[in-house]
């Protein structure tokens, strides 16, 4: 979605398990075990996202969901978000699951549905870990790109709240041009 975004750019380099519809050349290079210059019909691969989407939508592969968006998965999902080491499963969870979800097809409102309630469920989460200033490796280490970003943010916001709160923000003084404005009404009314 976004040319510059190197989440998006990580994101689509992760891998979808594919499985080639037609023979195939000269792409036999993407199997080693592939003797010849055709890649046969009913080869299986990973391939990468920005590769598997192109081949997909020529009816070329068809894909297979990947383990991290599988109903199985999605159900440990619904059940406790919270407990899920999503670094595990993809590093960008978050960002390959919107992919995913655009050559998933029929149920790809439900993953869509399942990721943003995933999501919901973290927040709350990680939002008071961000003010937690003791949060410790092993936590962070179970948060996928997206989450770890929004609790460094946090963190920062949260500090320099304290900051502000703690320092105060001095003595404000009227402007210039307000207590000019106040003389002049005054002046005025005399006048009147």
Same mark, same amino acid.
């Given at each position: 979605?976004?040319?510059?975004?190197?989440?998006?750019?990580?994101?689509?380099?992760?891998?979808?398990?594919?499985?080639?519809?037609?023979?195939?050349?000269?792409?036999?290079?993407?199997?080693?075990?592939?003797?010849?210059?055709?890649?046969?019909?009913?080869?299986?691969?990973?391939?990468?996202?920005?590769?598997?989407?192109?081949?997909?939508? +020529?009816?070329?592969?068809?894909?297979?969901?990947?383990?991290?968006?599988?109903?199985?998965?999605? =159900?440990?999902?619904?059940?406790?978000?919270?407990?899920?080491?999503?670094?595990?499963?993809?590093?960008?969870?978050?960002?390959?699951?919107?992919?995913?979800?655009?050559?998933?097809?029929?149920?790809?409102?439900?993953?869509?549905?399942?990721?943003?309630?995933?999501?919901?469920?973290?927040?709350?989460?990680?939002?008071?870990?961000?003010?937690?200033?003791?949060?410790?490796?092993?936590?962070? +280490?179970?948060? +996928?790109?997206?989450?770890?970003?929004?609790?460094?943010?946090?963190?920062?916001?949260?500090?320099?709240?304290?900051?502000?709160?703690?320092?105060?923000?001095?003595?404000? =003084?009227?402007?210039?041009?307000?207590?000019?404005?106040?003389?002049?009404?005054?002046?005025?009314?005399?006048?009147?």
């Amino acid at each position: 979605n976004h040319y510059f975004s190197i989440p998006d750019i990580m994101s689509s380099q992760e891998r979808l398990p594919c499985s080639f519809n037609r023979n195939v050349t000269s792409l036999s290079e993407l199997d080693p075990s592939c003797e010849g210059p055709i890649l046969q019909q009913g080869t299986s691969l990973e391939l990468p996202y920005w590769l598997a989407s192109a081949l997909i939508k +020529d009816d070329i592969v068809s894909m297979e969901l990947p383990k991290a968006y599988k109903e199985t998965f999605r =159900d440990v999902l619904k059940a406790d978000a919270n407990v899920v080491d999503l670094q595990k499963t993809s590093k960008y969870f978050y960002e390959y699951g919107k992919l995913v979800s655009y050559i998933y097809g029929r149920h790809s409102q439900e993953l869509c549905n399942t990721i943003t309630q995933t999501f919901i469920d973290r927040y709350r989460l990680i939002s008071d870990w961000a003010q937690n200033q003791n949060s410790n490796e092993e936590i962070v +280490d179970k948060l +996928d790109f997206l989450e770890k970003d929004l609790m460094i943010r946090g963190k920062m916001a949260h500090l320099e709240l304290t900051k502000w709160l703690c320092h105060g923000v001095g003595k404000i =003084d009227t402007a210039q041009m307000v207590s000019n404005h106040k003389k002049r009404k005054l002046i005025a009314a005399h006048l009147l």
